[in-house]
């Protein structure tokens, strides 16, 4: 069923420092994975992370070892399944990995998509909508570049939601940083900050109270992957929006968290829910429970994002829009024809399977060697 399993680590330059509590990225690792059908159907996923091991459990190297030691002698071997009997055997003879499980679903997705001629977001329900707003971080590490970087967004049209890295300084030295940004730029725009999990409950306490009497609008992952009772009391005390991130790794991480009331905001991302599948399963937990949704981005290349976008356009309400901005945080193009943004939107394509064509002589220039 699939003659060839190729996983290909592509380095890319920033277009500037991104600066976050777990790591700055100068460069990105983009993890894509080419699957080719034996009917003839080539098949693009990816699994890229951030910082290497600072983020996820994942690295560009683990995930790359595990797809040419164990995935692509399994999907070799397996012959006459379809592809939800593919994806249960790798369930079954694969624990954990779910970087590279979602880049190897994405890859067959996309070939079943083209072989019946729609959109990948098809074969995921349905899209629901044809385009996903999309937010800028700011992470220059300085207050005024950020300002001055949010300006130039949001007179593109290209952003007018912006979300700010903090964590890595004292809590006031941050809430005088994110509150400087939101007195810039005015009631009108959204501001969000993602702590990436470096506060006690104490520090959030203090911070968190600050920034809701400052008129941010929503807090990411406060305090410790594991720390949910600290998630659940301040979901409860604050009146501003909490956002699971890091603490949501799939579907039954989101039914114990939703169970928990341990968010108002779930962050998907559809490399940590294991694929694009999960990532939808998350959404559907998210909306029994009645918590809000926003379309998180492991800051992956086009296909990553775009697998995203087919994914995200499926949710019956994305209240709080998506980050899915990683193609423009890199300094060069690998598709042949960029994704489009416009209007503080992403398009999601109409075409078959997910939509893109790869340049592939620009990928094996930047390839690592
Ligand atoms: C994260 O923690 O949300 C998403 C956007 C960004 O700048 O960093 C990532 C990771
Ligand atoms: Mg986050």
């Known amino acids: ?6 996983t290909i680590l592509v380095e890319i330059p920033t277009i500037r420092p991104h600066k976050m509590a777990v790591a700055t990225m100068q460069t990105q690792t983009l993890v894509l994975v080419k699957v080719v059908s034996e009917d003839g159907f080539i098949g693009w996923g990816e699994a890229t992370t951030i910082g290497g091991l600072g983020y996820a459990e994942e690295s560009p190297e683990s995930v790359k070892t595990n797809i040419e030691t ?39 997705l996309d070939i079943q998509a083209q072989r019946l001629s729609i959109p990948v977001s098809e074969l995921l329900g349905g899209r629901l909508r044809d385009s996903v707003p999309v937010l800028w971080v700011l992470a220059s590490g300085d207050t005024e570049k950020d300002i001055a970087e949010a300006q130039k967004m949001i007179a593109a049209k290209r952003h007018n939601i912006f979300k700010l890295k903090i964590g890595s300084r004292a809590v006031e030295a941050d809430v005088e940083h994110v509150l400087a940004i939101k ?41 410790a992957i594991d720390n949910i009772d600290a998630m659940q009391r301040l979901t409860r005390r604050f009146d501003i929006a909490i956002m699971a991130d890091e ?20 962050a998907v991302k559809v490399a940590q829910s294991g694929g694009l599948i999960e990532g939808c399963e998350v959404g559907k937990i998210a909306k029994l ?34 980050e899915l901005f990683g193609p423009l945080l890199l300094t060069e193009e690998i598709l042949k024809t960029p994704l489009q943004y416009q209007n503080f939107e992403l398009a999601v394509p109409k075409t078959v399977g997910l939509g893109i064509a790869l340049d592939e002589d620009k990928i094996d220039n930047l390839r690592r060697q």
């Open 1 to 6: 069923m699939y003659k060839s399993i190729e």
């Open 70 to 108: 164990y995935f692509a002698p399994l999907l070799k071997s397996l012959k006459g399944l379809n592809v939800a009997q593919t994806l249960k055997a790798i369930q079954k003879n694969i624990n954990g990995n779910r970087f590279a499980k979602c880049a190897i679903q994405t890859a067959l």
């Open 183 to 223: 007195k810039a730029l005015g009631e009108d725009v959204s501001i969000r900050v993602d702590v990436n999990r470096t506060w006690s409950e104490l520090n959030a306490i203090k911070g968190i109270q600050a920034l809701q009497d400052g008129g941010v609008d929503l807090i990411e992952q406060p305090c």
């Open 247 to 266: 603490s949501l790794i799939g579907p039954s991480s989101a039914y114990q968290l939703a169970k928990r009331n341990a968010a108002s905001v779930f």
């Open 289 to 322: 429970a009645g918590i809000d949704l926003y379309g998180g981005t492991m800051l992956e290349g086009p296909i990553g994002t775009i697998a995203s976008a087919h994914a995200f356009s499926t949710f019956d309400s994305l209240a709080y829009g998506t």
